[in-house]
């Protein structure tokens, strides 16, 4: 495909199931980004990936949350036993190498948790 | 406590009319970046400014970097309903790998 792709696009779980969320970054892109953005926020930065590394995951909340990403492509955020304030809209980028590069952002996956 | 601060946080106004958001920071950034995000899509990058005092247009759209590289404009002349959206700045430390995003403008052109 020629964007960032998540799915799904939208997902309604109950609290304390863990849910996973995709994202299919821009092929080539080597620099992967997970961002979650609450109601009317603006982004919150979760971890960035450079290949199948993550060097900075400082953004995670908490140890529910995790993050893989394998063959250099296909990213996966993993959170467990999921509270509702868990709920919101997460986002994914991709650019080619990093740094100051354009990132390109899927349309998200909002999550909601009841 | 925010790194990046927006303002207004909300902006109605009717097509024709000028408009600037800001984006206010007491750190030093390497680069900002502005982005646009409409409902149900991921945010769209506009423009990179990486020069203090730099000072960069994209039809309609004026964007400036302070000259101490902590803060930034986004003006719009002649705003149109197009224009509506969710505006966005974005600044990355030297040496860090991610960007901090600002809280956000909401931008509503009234026809």
């Known amino acids: 495909g020629a964007g960032v792709s998540q799915s799904p696009s939208n997902k309604v779980t109950e609290k304390g199931k863990d849910v996973e969320l995709r994202c299919d970054p821009i092929?080539?892109?080597?620099?992967l980004y997970w961002y979650r953005q609450s109601l009317g926020q603006g982004l919150e930065f979760l971890i960035y990936f450079q290949g199948n590394s993550a060097p900075d995951k400082s953004g995670l909340p908490s140890d529910r949350f995790s993050a893989e990403r394998t063959g250099g492509s296909v990213s996966t955020l993993t959170i467990q036993r999921t509270q509702q304030e868990d709920s919101a809209v997460y986002l994914c980028a991709s650019t080619l190498t990093g740094g100051n590069q354009p990132q390109h952002f899927g349309d998200g996956t909002r999550l909601s948790i009841l | 406590t925010q790194l990046l601060e927006q303002s207004p946080q909300f902006l109605s106004i009717q097509e024709g009319e000028n408009l600037t958001v800001y984006c206010n920071s007491s750190?030093?950034?390497?680069?900002l970046q502005w982005y646009r995000q409409e409902p149900g899509e991921g945010p769209v990058l506009l423009v990179t400014v990486v020069t203090g005092g730099e000072v960069k247009k994209l039809k309609r759209l004026t964007f400036q970097f302070g000259d101490a590289r902590k803060d930034s404009s986004l003006h719009i002349t002649a705003a149109q309903p197009g224009d509506t959206g969710l505006y966005l700045c974005?600044?990355?430390?030297?040496?860090?790998?991610?960007?901090?995003f600002g809280t956000g403008t909401r931008l509503t052109v009234i026809p």
């Open positions: 750190s030093v950034f390497s680069s």
């Open positions: 092929s080539g892109h080597t620099a």
């Open positions: 974005a600044a990355r430390q030297t040496g860090a790998n991610n960007l901090f």
